[in-house]
Nanobody, 125 residues
Framework: QVQLVESGGGSVQAGGSLRLSCAAS????????MGWFRQAPGKEREFVTA????????NYADSVKGRFTISRDNAKNTVYLQMDKLTPEDTAVYYC??????????????????WGQGTQVTVSS
């Protein structure tokens, strides 16, 4: 079992930045690959980014590439999502997810076994 708790969401104006954190417990963190997903009202949950167990490999959705950065600190059992140059289209509930089945977190939400409760990000124009 893995418990995930996100934090760092909030409201920001377009062009601003936010940093999300996801603290994990219950399993050796370094054996899990991690992902961030988001879900806007009326839309399906979509992949944002993922990181490998060691942190050496990452994957990004085209919509956030060059603006968002995922990282992890295995000593602190935490994964981060640095979001820069935010736009109103980034408004959503952001979820972190974990899986022990893959070295690099996959793009499909169905491949993740554990999920956080989500944190709201609102970007105003």
């Amino acid at each position: 079992q893995v418990q995930l708790v996100e934090s760092g969401g909030g409201s920001v104006q377009a062009g601003g930045s936010l940093r999300l954190s996801c603290a994990a417990s219950g399993r050796t963190f370094s054996t899990t690959s991690m992902g961030w997903f988001r879900q806007a009202p009326g839309k399906e949950r979509e992949f944002v980014t993922a990181i490998s167990r060691s942190g050496g490999s990452t994957n990004y959705a085209d919509s956030v590439k060059g603006r968002f950065t995922i990282s992890r600190d295995n000593a602190k059992n935490t994964v981060y999502l640095q979001m820069d140059k935010l736009t109103p289209e980034d408004t959503a509930v952001y979820y972190c997810a974990a899986t022990g089945r893959y070295y690099l977190g996959p793009r499909s939400a169905t491949e993740y076994d554990y999920w956080g409760q989500g944190t709201q990000v609102t970007v105003s124009s």
